[in-house]
């Protein structure tokens, strides 16, 4: 099964919502779409579903043009991060439901239900009521309903984002092999890099409307293409500064350091130069060698890790790091940057040069 979207795009009240897309989506891995809010991630999901109209464009499902076939001929199943279920049925009525508008034998009926509950650990609960369940256990009917369709295509529109912490690591682990071996197009859409990370397959990246790279997640996440790709790609927030290229030094206000590996073969001249949080510490290690001074603004723990927001210059950044750290709120502390983790990026935003990470 393959998903190919070419050139489609969407109008809101005369403005364009969707820029032109082209994207072809295989089976065998899950499709990511990564964008933060109102980046365009549900429009897309629903335009591909047959939700929403198109303005421009067409849409291929196995080479067949479905532009213009309603959502229920395209065979295609959408898990929204609201627990869609019908609140009067059954749990296994809810799995069954689309299964039973096709007017599939009820033997067949069974057994796809009963398959897809021993999946989602839901057989103890197929008599119960939706208002009955916890929210992980009424998202996992949706996916129970979305997988015994054996559906063309399975869009999940954020589909972990209402679920406590813990249930949402259990599900995102889960997600990958209950659909591995399906034959069905997966298209998963996500405000959180690391979920895509986890994820693995595929990723677009998403801003205003329009995917700004595509590619294998692994591959898009160390070879961003632009500082924008790098910027959606990033939690906390890439930190980027303005440097200077010139002879074998990379100047950065008051600070400079060696130009080494792919930087030496910058042209003198002005960029962006971006590197993540986590290449950043408070204390010097083997790499992170480039001495900085930043002024503290707020610090936060979680779990293992330590997080600080400083002011250097004109510029707002964030250190990441294992670990407990004394940072004092309000005061300066030294920070260490490790050179070789560091992008360029031209004055359009195009990347230069970077090692990959």
């Known amino acids: 099964m393959s998903l190919h ?43 591909m579903a047959g939700l929403d109209p198109i303005a421009d464009g067409q849409i291929f499902m196995d080479g067949q043009d479905v532009t213009a076939l309603s959502t229920q001929k395209r065979n295609i199943s959408l898990v929204h991060q609201f627990f869609v279920n ?42 119960r ?22 559906s063309r295509a399975v869009f999940l529109d954020e589909p972990l984002a209402n679920l406590d912490y813990k249930l949402r690591e259990e599900l995102r682990e889960q997600l990958p092999e209950l659909f591995k071996g399906r034959g069905a197009v997966v298209v998963y859409a996500t405000s ?27 591959e898009i996440y160390r070879r961003p293409g632009s500082l924008l790709a790098a910027s959606v790609f990033s939690d906390p927030p890439i930190n980027v500064a303005k440097v200077v290229k010139q002879g074998d030094r990379i100047i950065m206000g008051q600070v400079s350091w060696d130009a080494t590996g792919a930087a030496q073969t910058l042209s003198d001249g002005e960029y962006a130069m971006a590197v993540r949080p986590h290449h950043v510490t408070p204390v010097p290690t083997d790499v992170n060698i480039v001495a900085l001074n930043g002024h503290v603004l707020v610090t936060e723990l979680s779990g293992s890790e330590s997080s600080a927001h400083f002011q ?28 070789t983790a560091c992008f360029y990026f031209a004055p359009d935003g195009t ?3 970077g090692e990959t990470l």
């Open 192 to 218: 959180e890099p690391e979920e895509a990370l986890l994820l693995g397959g595929y990723t677009g990246l998403m801003d205003d409307g329009v995917v700004t790279q595509f590619g294998p997640t692994a």
């Open 86 to 127: 019908y609140a009067h049925m059954s749990v296994y009525d809810n799995i069954a439901s689309p299964l039973k508008v096709a007017g599939m034998a009820k033997s067949e009926i069974q057994g796809r239900v009963e398959e897809a509950a021993d999946i989602l650990q839901l057989r103890p609960m197929l008599n």
């Open 5 to 47: 979207v070419k050139n489609i795009t969407k109008h809101v009240a005369g403005q364009v919502h969707i820029k032109p897309t082209t994207l072809e989506l295989e089976t065998g891995h899950f499709n990511v779409l990564l964008g933060q809010t109102g980046a365009g991630k549900t429009s897309l999901i629903k335009m």
């Open 312 to 339: 250097m210059a004109d510029d707002a950044w964030v250190s990441l790091s294992h670990g407990v750290h004394p940072y004092e709120t309000g005061e300066d502390h030294p920070f260490y940057l490790d050179p």
């Open 351 to 353: 990347r230069v040069t």
């Open 129 to 150: 009521r939706p208002h009955e369940l916890s929210g992980g256990q009424q998202q996992r009917t949706a996916l129970a309903r979305a997988i015994a369709k054996e």
